[in-house]
C-alpha cells in the first residue's frame, strides 16, 4: 500500500524551462510535506518542505504547491538548471505532531539538458 | 562544520555475520532514524531513536538492532537474521518532535552500501 506516489519515474528538462515533480498522497493525516534531492551515492538533501495549512511555499529557485482537496503537491523548480539534475524524493509526515515517521516516494530522476 | 557522519562508506559481510553501521551527528539533534533504500524505491524506516537511551522500530525492523547510549551516536546493526541486507543504509536526524521545532526536516547522511560476499 504505497500512501506516497510520484508516477513519473523520469523527466526531462531543458535548460532555463521550468521542471514540475509532482506527488499524490492518500492518508488524509499527513500533515507536513518536505522534497528531498538526492545525487547518486549520496544521502538525500533537503530541499522545501510545506505544512498542510498552507498551499504554496516559495525558496529562491524552488515553489511547493499543495492542494489538499486533491491530495497533490507539486515541486517547480524555475528556471531549471544542470546541476539541478537528481533524483527528487517526495516525503509526507504522518499526523499527531509526531516527526519520527516519515514516508517517501519512490522519487522521480530530473535530467535538465544544456 | 556540524553534518551526519556514516562509516564505513562501503561494507562487505560474509553469510552469517553481524555488521555494524555507525552514524554520528554534531548538530545537536534529539531524534535519529535509520532508513534503507532498494534500487527504484524510497527510503524506508528501520529503527528511529526521540531521545537517549530509547528508540522504536520502524516498518521494517526485523533483522537490525540499534542502541542509543549518546546523543550524538546511533549504530545500526544489521544481524545473521536479515535475509536481504544488501541495501543502501542512511542514517538521519532532526530537531525536537514537539512544539515550535516540530516542522524540522530529517537531515541526512551519505549512507553506508551494504553488500554480502
Known amino acids: 500500500d504505497q500512501q506516497v506516489k510520484q508516477n513519473s519515474p523520469s523527466l526531462s528538462v531543458q535548460e532555463g524551462r521550468i521542471s514540475i515533480l509532482n506527488c499524490d498522497y492518500t492518508?488524509?493525516?499527513?500533515?507536513?510535506f518536505l522534497w528531498y534531492k538526492k545525487y547518486p551515492a549520496e544521502g538525500p538533501t533537503f530541499l522545501i518542505s510545506?505544512?498542510?495549512?498552507?498551499d504554496k511555499n516559495e525558496d529562491g529557485r524552488f515553489t511547493v504547491f499543495l492542494n489538499k482537496s486533491a491530495k497533490h503537491l507539486s515541486l517547480h523548480i524555475v528556471p531549471s538548471q544542470p546541476g539541478d539534475s537528481a533524483v527528487y524524493f517526495c516525503a509526507a509526515r504522518g499526523g499527531g505532531g509526531s516527526n519520527y515517521k516519515l514516508t517517501f516516494g519512490k522519487g522521480t530522476l530530473l535530467t535538465v539538458n544544456p | 562544520d556540524g553534518g551526519i557522519t556514516q562509516s564505513p562508506k562501503y561494507l562487505f559481510r560474509k553469510e552469517g555475520q553481524n555488521v555494524t553501521l555507525s552514524c554520528e551527528q554534531n548538530l545537536n539533534h534529539d531524534a535519529m532514524y535509520w532508513y534503507r533504500q532498494d534500487p527504484g524505491q524510497g527510503l524506508r524506516l528501520i529503527y528511529y531513536s526521540q531521545i537517549v537511551n530509547d528508540f522504536q522500530k520502524g516498518d521494517i525492523a526485523e533483522g537490525y538492532s540499534v542502541s542509543r547510549e549518546k546523543k550524538e551516536s546511533f549504530p545500526l546493526t544489521v544481524t545473521s537474521a536479515q535475509k536481504n541486507p544488501t541495501a543502501f543504509y542512511l542514517c538521519a536526524s532532526s530537531r525536537g518532535d514537539r512544539g515550535p521545532n516540530s516542522n524540522q526536516p530529517q537531515h541526512f547522511g551519505d549512507g553506508t552500501r551494504l553488500s554480502i560476499l
Open positions: 510545506i505544512s498542510s495549512i498552507k
Open positions: 492518508n488524509s493525516m499527513f500533515d507536513y
